[in-house]
């Protein structure tokens, strides 16, 4: 069984900064491709960054010079650096990975979702 549980929520001002953190757990052989997803109340869920298991990045428009995905493969764990946080940007964050499992010679890969943390910015 796999899991990806995010941490690192919680309520700032604007202006602020929140780090999140997805990390992978169970039996698996490795992580590729890793993307940060949010959702706000009545709104679709949007990507906000992915990171290729080469460190390729992508992000949204409007996360462009605020948000910073990362990753630290020896943690199988995947960051999102998010400064100068907006009241836009509160949602619930949600960490997607493509994860493969199974063995060396016979792996399998799927998508896995996190269950979401939430990030509320006060004005």
């Known amino acids: 069984q796999v899991q990806l549980v995010e941490s690192g929520g919680g309520l700032v001002q604007a202006g602020g900064s929140l780090r999140l953190s997805c990390a992978a757990s169970g039996s698996f052989v490795s992580i590729d491709a890793m993307g940060w997803y949010r959702q706000a109340l009545g709104q679709q869920r949007e990507l906000v960054a992915h990171?290729?298991?080469?460190?390729?990045?992508n992000y949204a428009d409007s996360v462009k010079g605020r948000f910073t995905v990362s990753r630290d493969n020896a943690k199988n764990t995947v960051y999102l650096q998010m400064n100068s946080l907006k009241p836009e940007d509160t949602a619930v964050y949600y960490c997607?990975?493509?994860?493969?499992?199974?063995?060396?010679?016979?792996?399998?890969?799927?998508?896995?979702w996190g269950k979401g943390t939430q990030v509320s910015v006060s004005s």
């Open positions: 990171i290729s298991i080469g460190a390729g990045t």
């Open positions: 997607n990975a493509a994860i493969k499992t199974g063995t060396a010679l016979s792996t399998f890969t799927h998508d896995y």
